[in-house]
């Protein structure tokens, strides 16, 4: 039987029907939850995603004011902006979309950030809280792929879950999450040996390489869970995943497809972080 599709596109629009009513709620009471993104540069992939947070922006209530800035931008100049953003009081979250030009370390941007604003998740204090099992802002695309198998009451307890790609955005924070869920965690990138023999092991597959297709049927442990995070553009312009959707969902239990699959949870559960941030700097 053909495995599931999760669609994250419609569990991501009930949430922000949800976040909606909650949002409604704080302004009765005076709040205004306000994201601010920063957007360096003219790359058009970081165009398309920073319109799709601001279009979630304006749907749920949430404030949204995005700062373009020139490509040759400095660090230095970066730096100021960041600050002058952790000392507006008005300004819940910032997210600065990476990836940042050349002369720009991307690194020291990210620690700039005030943690209580760090609605990305990705400031050392907020990964070092994720790492302890402490409450945090979660990094969002592991957020949205944990809120997705959480939503079909997925049980990962004991759980084989091997993750394809390493990166401190998305592979290595969703190893974490699924080993505080009480997974078994195994870890594969580019020098990983014989790959296929450990992807054929898993209960639970998570893909973010950036290769169009890479992960076919003979990868994928029948009945396994087989979450696709990879985004390529194809030549014909559109969007396809890492995972072979066609033959992998003959094999597995649950297929995440691409698009709408994690990507439109990814810029939610930023929502989600965004007005948590309103709320916790509220009540101190
Ligand atoms: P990175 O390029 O930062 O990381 C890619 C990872 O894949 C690296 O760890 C790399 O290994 C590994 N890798 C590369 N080639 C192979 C291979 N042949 N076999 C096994 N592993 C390999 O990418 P990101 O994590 O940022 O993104 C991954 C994908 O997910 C991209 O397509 C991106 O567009 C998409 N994405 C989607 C999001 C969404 O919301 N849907 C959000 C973020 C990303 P090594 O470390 O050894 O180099």
Do not use: W
Not at 48 to 54: A, D, E, F, H, T
Not at 116 to 121: I, Q, R
């Amino acid at each position: 039987m053909a495995a599931e599709v999760i669609y994250g596109d419609q569990l991501a629009q009930s949430l922000r029907e949800a976040m909606k009513e909650e949002v409604t709620a704080l302004k009765e009471e005076g709040l205004q939850p306000r994201l601010v993104v920063v957007l360096i540069g003219d790359d058009p992939a970081s165009r398309s995603y920073v319109s799709g947070k601001q279009k979630a922006a304006d749907f749920i209530g949430i404030d949204s004011e995005l700062i373009t800035l020139p490509d040759s931008t400095t660090e230095e100049a970066l730096l100021s902006l960041i600050s002058k953003l952790n000392q507006d009081q008005s300004v819940n979250g910032i997210l600065v979309q990476l990836p940042l030009p050349k002369q720009i370390n991307e690194q020291a941007i990210i620690e700039a950030i005030d943690p209580s604003k760090d609605v990305d998740g990705f400031h050392p204090i907020s990964i070092g809280r994720m790492l302890t099992g402490q409450e945090t802002f979660l990094p969002c695309t592991p957020f949205g792929i944990i809120t997705m198998l959480k939503s079909k009451e997925i049980d990962l307890e004991g759980k084989h879950a091997v993750i394809v790609g390493r990166s401190n955005i998305v592979g290595k924070p969703v190893g974490q999450l699924l080993l505080n869920e009480h997974a078994t965690v195994t870890y594969t990138h580019s020098r990983t040996k014989d790959m296929q023999a450990l992807t054929k092991k898993a209960d639970v597959l998570v893909v973010a390489v950036g290769r169009a297709g890479m992960i076919t049927q003979e990868y994928v442990k029948p009945g396994a869970v087989v979450i696709d995070v990879g985004v390529n553009r194809t030549e014909a312009g559109t969007l396809t995943g890492d995972v072979d959707f066609e033959s992998v969902r003959e094999v597995a239990s649950y297929i995440t497809p691409v698009p709408k699959g994690v990507g439109p949870m990814t810029i939610t559960m930023l929502m989600k972080n965004t007005i948590k941030a309103c709320v916790n700097q509220n009540k101190k």
